[in-house]
Every structure is written in C-alpha cells, then in structure tokens.
C-alpha cells in the first residue's frame, strides 16, 4: 500500500509514522508514506494556497490550481485507487470502511484546511470524502493519520499477531468482550473463573456472549444493522 497525504502542514503528521505500529509496517516494506507540502506547488512567490470566496463570507478557501498541479503529477507516476479528502461532511469512518480501504493498493489524501477546498476539486477529482465525526477541526491532517492508522494496522503482518484485528471491537458489528491479565486476583478482584480454566470452546461462548451484551448496552444501534 502507497499513501500519498497532501497538506498545508505536512510536519504537523510525521511523528505518529515514526513510531509504534506504523513505523514497524513501513520498516517491513508493507506500506509506503509520502508527504507532499501543497504550497510547493503554489504559482507565486508568496506560496499562495488559499484566497476569499467568491460570494463573500468570512474564512479562506484551498485553491484549485495547487491542488490540481500536485494531484496531476502523482497521477503522471503511478495509478491511485482512490482518491480520499478529509472533510466534516463526508462519510463517517467506521471499522467497515476501514475494512474495505485496508484491500487497496495506492491512495491519495488530500487535508482541507481553512473553510475547506474549491468545490471544483471535489468534483473533478476525490472519488471519496470522509470525517472522522461529526466536529469541525483545524484542518484534516488529525483526521487523515487517524484514517491512516485504521487502515495500516489492518494490512497482513503488521500486527504481530495477524487474527488480533479481527476481534477489535465493531469487528462484525460488536463491541470487543472485556479483557484480563495477570495476576488472576489483585485485591480481591478476581478474573473470571472460565478464563482459566482452560476450556477454549467455553472461553469462546463466554466472549461471544459478553461482547453481544456490552454492544446491547452501550451501543444497541449496532445490533440494529
């Protein structure tokens, strides 16, 4: 997998790469991150990317010549699968999403900033737009690493143990069961006994059951689809 981000403030977003999970996947090879500043590719020597809207109104808006210029280019080098821009009003991130993008092979991300960008890039260009919720950020550069780490953790062997992914929580529209380590008695408070008793095919149906039981409780919407 290649992801190619676009953004206003690329260094805002190279920390959360440089460690953890998806520091190890790009290590491994498994994924490629590449981060294109978009005032590279401004037209003046001010490195202009935004100006007012026509109409009026208060906020700056991301022109489209820069976008189209850097777009252009990274479409000249290779094919994308997707083209994704991180926006309040776009489709809501879930674990299906995740599920889904987590199969393809070269993305690009574009992050609005200010009050967002020329409807013309949205509508020659993005083939899908989503918000991480239903807020308003500073730009969609948190949105996009979130977007991110959903996806890279998802990619076979970059987890240590490839099956832990599929028992996360919403995974089959579920919240994942609640979990114990050790020591099987800390003050009193025990671990329940089916834990350790060593019967898997009980162990099993006791998560199964308790994983039905906390989604019914705390998130009944779920179970609705």
Known sequence: MRLDIISVVPDLMRSPFEASIMKRAIEK???EVHFHDLRDYSSNNYKQIDDYQFGGGAGMVMMVEPIDKCITKLKSERDYDELIY????????????ANTLSLKGNMIILCGHYKGVDQRVRDHFITKEISIG????????LGAI???DALIRLIPGVLGNETSALTDSFQDNLLAPPIYTRPADYK??????????GNTPKIEEWREDQALQRTQERRPDLLED
């Open 86 to 97: 991180m926006t309040p009003d776009g489709e809501t991130l879930n674990q299906g999403m």
């Open 29 to 31: 090879g498994l994924v």
């Open 188 to 197: 009193g408070w025990k671990v329940p006994e089916i834990l350790t008793s």
């Open 134 to 141: 239903d807020y308003v950020l500073s730009g969609g550069e």
């Open 146 to 148: 979130i977007l991110c």
